[in-house]
């Protein structure tokens, strides 16, 4: 891998992970506020904790996992070294 690929993979990657941050937000935002308004509780704890809280952690990990095998690549950034110099 040439050392601009290099460059390029590591600007898609720091780009997934901007949008990665940006749709757990608003998945946080729609689990805990979007249900805010219902009335369903579990072991006596309102609907959009466990959704904010519990829901966004798993949905976290998800995501993670989801860049983890399709968009980041692992690779040295150092330079290759010859080995027949």
Known sequence: MKRS????????????????TLVVIIFWWVAGFG???????FLQTPLWVW???????????????????KVFIDFDLDEEEHEHE
């Open 51 to 69: 959704g904010g809280c519990l829901g966004t952690w798993i949905f976290a990990i998800l995501v993670t996992l989801f860049l983890t095998k």
């Open 5 to 20: 690929d290099k460059f390029r993979q590591a600007n898609r990657e720091a780009l997934a992970t901007v949008w990665a």
């Open 35 to 41: 249900l805010a308004d219902v009335n369903i509780s």
